[in-house]
């Protein structure tokens, strides 16, 4: 099973508290809808109160400039089913690469935590503005467990969620494939992964994930193997501006939609 504990911590929180905080930051200036999804300028949040109604939590947040060759942490959230989004596990409940110093958690907004996010460090050494090619991640070798967990994961359908500078962005683990002259299906894991990204003046705008179809392997077939993760990233300029970065978030506001364009780009 991909589940833990840790998903099923309950945060409580007091209605009265977060209704001021949501005034708090209404009265704070914001005036756009479009400032008010982002994750990088204010992201709104939902989440269950112990009372059992709803709240949207606004929380703000500064731009963040980088210098050139800088460093950018990128944060892995959780794994899913694609056709069920409500239902979520840990990244790492999935074997992936995980970094060399051990995982460290990142500390949550309210917003966040609401939300049920648990953002944790990952392997990707991503530089601002400096592409990347055929980076290695790791060389990991898979037990039969691993690979039955990876199996499971591509044959559900799963996707994973990350965070680059606060922007998500979705991806799928694997693909299946069924035989024409027979029911059977196929399981390929995806190893290698395409970030584009995009900047304005010194602030990361855009992030976007594909898979590369020709790099895959077969897991079929549950038994040990040695796999090779790697990743490239790409840079380009934009003239969409910090202000308007989560722009393209608000036009499609559920999780299929976002994956149904990723799908349809590899």
């Given at each position: 099973s991909l589940q833990d504990n840790d998903d099923h911590i309950l945060y409580k929180h007091d209605a009265e508290?977060?209704?001021?905080?949501?005034?708090?930051?209404?009265?704070?200036?914001?005036s756009s809808w479009s400032a008010m999804l982002a994750?990088?300028?204010c992201h709104i949040r939902k989440g269950l109160l112990t009372i059992l109604i709803s709240a949207?939590?606004?929380?703000?947040?500064?731009?963040?400039?980088?210098?050139?060759?800088?460093?950018?942490?990128?944060?892995?959230?959780r794994v899913g089913p694609y056709h069920n989004p409500t239902e979520t596990y840990q990244f790492y409940n999935l074997p992936f690469c995980q970094p060399s110093g051990g995982k460290e958690y990142k500390l949550l907004d309210l917003g966040e935590v609401l939300e049920g996010d648990r953002l944790v460090n990952t392997p990707y050494d991503m530089?601002?503005?400096?592409?990347?090619?055929?980076?290695?991640?790791?060389?990991?070798?898979?037990?039969?467990?691993?690979?039955?967990a990876f199996r499971d994961a591509v044959k559900g359908d799963y996707y994973f969620q990350m965070y680059l500078d606060d922007l998500p962005v979705w991806g799928f683990i694997g693909k299946v494939e069924k035989r024409e002259s027979s029911?059977?299906?196929?399981?390929?894991?995806?190893?290698?992964?395409?970030?584009?990204?995009?900047y304005n003046k010194n602030n990361v705008i855009e992030v976007d994930v594909s898979s590369d179809p020709l790099r895959t392997v077969d897991i079929t077939s549950a038994s040990e193997m040695e796999v090779e993760f790697s990743y490239s990233v790409k840079w380009r300029e934009t003239k969409v501006t910090f202000?308007?970065?989560?722009?393209?978030?608000?036009?499609?506001?559920?999780?299929k939609e976002h994956l149904e364009i990723h799908w349809f780009s590899i």
């Open positions: 508290a977060v209704v001021a905080v949501c005034q708090r930051r209404s009265q704070s200036g914001l994750r990088g300028s949207l939590v606004i929380v703000g947040c500064d731009a963040r400039e980088f210098k050139q060759g800088q460093s950018i942490p990128v944060y892995a959230n530089k601002f503005r400096e592409d990347r090619d055929n980076q290695v991640l790791c060389k990991k070798k898979l037990s039969q467990k691993d690979v039955q029911k059977d299906e196929r399981y390929f894991l995806f190893t290698h992964f395409h970030y584009d990204l995009s202000e308007h970065r989560m722009d393209r978030y608000a036009r499609y506001s559920f999780l």
